[in-house]
C-alpha cells in the first residue's frame, strides 16, 4: 500500500507551531518580497482572502479583519519540512518527497492501515506541532484522492482515509472530477471535457487505445493507477532538474549597467553552484531582463536572449562569460530594471560529456570550482565569490513581517525560563 501524508497549511502551521498565539485566527504568509498571499490558514479562507491575492490590494481588508500577516521564512519551512521527512522513516524506509509539504511512502504490510494511517498523523504533530493528512491506496494516484477526501470531509475521517476496497475505490472515483485528478494537467483536462469526461470513473471507462494516443503513456499510467494496478511507483531518488534558474525581483529599480553587470554574475555564479551540486553540466545559458510592469510612467520592456555554449560546462567562469555576453546583446541604457534571471538548460550528467577534438573547457577549472564549492561549503555560501560580483551584497529581499527563525538561528532560539516552570 502507498501513503500520501500532506501538511495542512503547512506554512501557516509552521508559523503557528512557535507561536501558539496565531492558533485559531486567520493567518496569511506572503511570497518574496511581501508581494501576495501564497499560503492562508482555513480562517483565511473562511473570511474570502484568495490565493494570490495582492497584499496591495488587501491590506484594508485584511486590516478590517484582524487577519494576521507574514512573511515566507523558507529557513523555517525548509528546515521542519525536513524534520517532518525524517519522522516518516519511521514508518517505511521508502519515502519520496514529493514537495516540500509532501511525501509518499510504500508501507509495509499492515492488518489494520486505518491505525497506521492515524498514528503517523498522531507523531508527526506530536514531535513537530504540524497538523497533516493522510491518505492509503494501493496506488500512488488513489493514495492522493484518498488524501483529498481526508481534507475535504476532516469530521468523518479525522484526517486519515483509506482506500482498500473495490467499493470505496469506485465511489471516490464517481466523486472526483477528472479535472481533480492527480497529475492530470491543464490540457489533458481539457481533452476530456472535450470527449465529455466529468468524473474520474468515466475516465478508468475509456479504451487504452484512446488515452495513449490522446494523452501520451503518461496519461494511460494514470488511468491504470485509478484502476488500482500500480504503474506510478516511487522514484528511487529525486531526480534531477531539467533546468536551473536563479531569478530576482530588485528592491529598487535601476538602470546602470555595471550594476546589472554584477547582478546577472550573481545569478550566473549560484546556477552553476546548483549544477555542480546535482553532477550536471548545460549547453544552454539564457538570461532575461523585465522593466518594472506597474510604473504606468514607462514603457513596459522586456527582453531575453539564450546563447548556446561551444561546449557542455559546470564552470562558473564560462557560464558567467556567456551570460555577460548575452546581457550586452539585450541591456538597453535608460530602462529601469526591475527583475532579472539566469536560466541553464541542455542540462546533461557532467560524467557522460562527450568529448569534443578542437574545444574544451580548461581542466584546471574542475579543480578549481570544487575547491571553491567546499570552501563555500565549509564556511557558508557566497564566502568565496567571482571578483566581478559585488563582495558586500547580500540578497535580501523585503519582510516585513518576517518570523523569528527559530530553529536555524541561534539567537532566534526560544528560550525558557525553567524556574518558573
Avoid at 39 to 61: H, N, Q, T, V
Avoid at 364 to 383: C, E, I, P, V, Y
Avoid at 384 to 395: E, F, G, S, V
Wanted: aromatic share 10%; net charge positive.
Amino acid at each position: 500500500m502507498y501513503a500520501i501524508i500532506d501538511c495542512n497549511s503547512f506554512y501557516a502551521s509552521c508559523e503557528r507551531a512557535f507561536d501558539p498565539s496565531l492558533i485559531d485566527k486567520p493567518l496569511a504568509i506572503l511570497s518574496n518580497n511581501d508581494g501576495c498571499v501564497i499560503s492562508r490558514s482555513k480562517e483565511a479562507k473562511a473570511l474570502g482572502i484568495p490565493m494570490g491575492a495582492p497584499l496591495f490590494k488587501y491590506k484594508e481588508m485584511i486590516a478590517e479583519k484582524n487577519i494576521q500577516i507574514r512573511s515566507s521564512n523558507y529557513s523555517l519551512y525548509g528546515d521542519m519540512s525536513e524534520r517532518v521527512m525524517k519522522l516518516l522513516e519511521d514508518f517505511s524506509p521508502e519515502v519520496e518527497v514529493y514537495s516540500i509539504d509532501e511525501a509518499f511512502l510504500k508501507l509495509p504490510h499492515s492488518d489494520d492501515y486505518q491505525t497506521v494511517g492515524h498514528n503517523i498523523k498522531k507523531y508527526i504533530y506530536q514531535c513537530t506541532g504540524i497538523p497533516v493528512s493522510v491518505g492509503i491506496a494501493p496506488t500512488k494516484a488513489l493514495s492522493k484522492a484518498a488524501n483529498n477526501i481526508a481534507k475535504k470531509f476532516p469530521e468523518r475521517t479525522h484526517g486519515s482515509h483509506i482506500i482498500d476496497s473495490e467499493e470505496k475505490r469506485i465511489k471516490m472515483l464517481k466523486w472526483l472530477p477528472a479535472s481533480a485528478i492527480w497529475g492530470i494537467g491543464a490540457g489533458n483536462a481539457k481533452r476530456l471535457q472535450i470527449k465529455g469526461v466529468q468524473t474520474a470513473y468515466e475516465f478508468t471507462q475509456l479504451s487504452d487505445d484512446w488515452v495513449k494516443r490522446n494523452m501520451s503513456i503518461v496519461g494511460l499510467r494514470l488511468k491504470k493507477d485509478l484502476e488500482g494496478e500500480p504503474t506510478i511507483l516511487l522514484e528511487d531518488e529525486v531526480q534531477n532538474k531539467k533546468a536551473i534558474a536563479t531569478t530576482r525581483s530588485f528592491e529598487f529599480t535601476f538602470s546602470d549597467r555595471e550594476n546589472m553587470k554584477e547582478r546577472i554574475v550573481t545569478f550566473a555564479s549560484r546556477c552553476a553552484e546548483k549544477l555542480r551540486m546535482q553532477n550536471s553540466s548545460c549547453n544552454v545559458v539564457m538570461i532575461y531582463l523585465k522593466s518594472d510592469r506597474n510604473k504606468r510612467t514607462d514603457s513596459y520592456y522586456r527582453a531575453k536572449r539564450m546563447v548556446t555554449l561551444p561546449y557542455a560546462t559546470n564552470s562558473t567562469f564560462i557560464i558567467n562569460k556567456y551570460a555577460l555576453k548575452a546581457l550586452e546583446d539585450i541591456f538597453k541604457p535608460g530602462i529601469q530594471y526591475k527583475k532579472a534571471g539566469v536560466i541553464l538548460t541542455g542540462l546533461i550528467k557532467t560524467d557522460a560529456l562527450q568529448l569534443d577534438l578542437f574545444q574544451n573547457e580548461d581542466p584546471k577549472h574542475t579543480k578549481l570550482m570544487a575547491a571553491m564549492d567546499n570552501l563555500n561549503d565549509k564556511f557558508g555560501r557566497q564566502k568565496i565569490k567571482m571578483a566581478n560580483q559585488d563582495l558586500q551584497r547580500t540578497w535580501k529581499m523585503r519582510q516585513a513581517y518576517l518570523s523569528p527563525e527559530y530553529t536555524t538561528k541561534f539567537s532566534d532560539i526560544i528560550k525558557l525560563n525553567c524556574d518558573t516552570i
